[in-house]
């Protein structure tokens, strides 16, 4: 019979995840994950590591979800914060998903 022995969730999209101890699952997978993604403001790009030349970077960014819906991303040692409320500053970085005109923003349907 199968077995889970871990079990990962990854808020921002092609960022470092966060182990889990449980989680829900939800009709589109399981809740919280890939919630977030970077745009590029340029031209609305969503980040993926799939791009690596464009988006290398995101694998040295770390994310988790917090309670009441939002973002702790960790880059370089820095812990920096997102919510429905207010938005991390600065190109490519998280956004609300009342803003999502904005550089990055919570994907659609989550």
Not at 60 to 78: F, K, N, Q, T
Not at 89 to 95: D, I, T
Request: aromatic letters at 4%; charged letters at 30%; hydrophobic letters at 35%.
């Amino acid at each position: 019979m199968p077995k889970i022995v871990e079990l990962w969730r990854y808020p921002l999209k092609s960022a470092r995840g966060e182990p889990l101890r449980s989680a829900p699952v939800e009709r589109s997978g399981l809740a919280g994950d890939r919630e977030w993604a970077c745009l590029d403001p340029s031209d609305g790009t969503v980040g993926s590591a799939k791009h690596p030349r464009r988006w290398g970077r995101l694998l040295e960014v770390s994310a988790r979800s917090l309670d009441g819906g939002g973002l702790a991303v960790r880059i370089g040692g820095e812990e920096y914060r997102a919510s429905a409320t207010a938005a991390l500053s600065g190109a490519g970085a998280p956004r609300p998903p009342r803003e999502r005109t904005t550089p990055a923003a919570r994907r659609p349907g989550r």
